[in-house]
Antibody
C-alpha cells in the first residue's frame, strides 16, 4: 500500500524557519516526482513545490520562491521542505503528494502536517 | 498563471440526483485537467485525470469531460458519501493551479 507520512509542523513566529519531512512507502520513491500542496484553514488547495524523481528538477510557487526549498533523500524515501522567513500567510496544512506518472497530478496524499505562523 | 474558476460555489442536491460541476480555465489547458474530492478532515483524493480518465477504484458514476477551457465533472446518481468539496487542477503550465472548489451539500 502506497503511503506518505508528513512530520515537522508546529507553531512558529514570523521570520522563523521550519523543516517538514515526508516519508514514503509502498512504491519506488526514487522513480516518482513528489510535491507539497498546502491548504490554509477553511480555504482551498494551493500548490507549493514539486521535485522530480531521478533528475530532482524543482519548481516553486511564486508565493514561496526564495524562501522555501524542496529536496529529497532517495536512500531514505524522504521528501523535505525547508521553510525560511515564514509569514502569517504560510499558515496551513501542508500535504505531501505523489505525482502520477510524471503527469503532475497527485494520486497519493499524506494526512498533512499543520504549520502555524503567529506572533 | 492559469486561473481555474469553478461553478457553482455550492450545489445543493439530494441522494439519487445527478450532479454537474463546472471548471473554466482562463486559457486553454487542452485536456490537462484533474478533479479531486475532499471530505472534511481528510486529504484530497484524485478522481479524474486528463479530463476524462478515472483513477483506479473510482466508481463509474463519476465522469469527466471537456477540453480547452471548459470542463465538467458529472456524478450520475449521488450517493450519501459523495457530499464533499470538489476541486479541479491544471497541470499544463507552471504554476500548477487549483480551482477554488465546489461544495456539494445535501439538500
Amino acid at each position: 500500500e502506497k503511503q506518505l507520512l508528513e512530520s515537522g509542523g508546529g507553531l512558529v513566529q514570523p521570520g522563523e524557519s521550519l523543516r517538514l519531512s515526508c516519508v514514503a512507502s509502498g512504491f519506488t520513491f526514487s522513480d516518482c516526482g513528489v510535491a507539497w500542496v498546502r491548504q490554509a484553514p477553511g480555504k482551498g488547495l494551493e500548490w507549493v513545490s514539486t521535485i522530480g524523481g531521478s533528475d530532482s528538477a524543482t519548481s516553486y510557487a511564486d508565493s514561496v520562491k526564495g524562501r522555501f526549498t524542496i529536496s529529497r533523500d532517495n536512500s531514505k524515501n524522504t521528501l523535505f521542505l525547508q521553510m525560511n522567513s515564514l509569514r502569517a500567510e504560510d499558515t496551513a496544512i501542508y500535504y505531501c503528494a505523489k505525482v502520477l506518472n510524471w503527469r503532475n497530478y497527485y494520486d497519493y496524499w499524506g494526512r498533512g502536517t499543520l504549520v502555524g505562523v503567529s506572533s | 498563471e492559469i486561473v481555474l474558476t469553478q461553478s457553482p460555489a455550492t450545489l445543493s442536491l439530494s441522494p439519487g440526483e445527478r450532479a454537474t460541476l463546472s471548471c473554466r480555465a482562463s486559457q486553454s489547458v487542452s485536456t490537462s485537467l484533474a478533479w479531486y474530492q475532499q471530505k472534511p478532515g481528510q486529504s484530497p483524493r484524485l478522481l479524474i485525470y486528463d479530463a476524462s480518465s478515472r483513477t483506479t477504484g473510482i466508481p463509474a458514476r463519476f465522469s469527466g469531460s471537456g477540453s480547452g477551457t471548459d470542463f465538467t465533472l458529472t456524478i450520475s446518481s449521488l450517493e450519501p458519501e459523495d457530499f464533499a468539496i470538489y476541486y479541479c487542477q491544471q497541470r499544463l503550465d507552471w504554476p500548477i493551479t487549483f480551482g477554488q472548489g465546489t461544495r456539494l451539500e445535501i439538500e
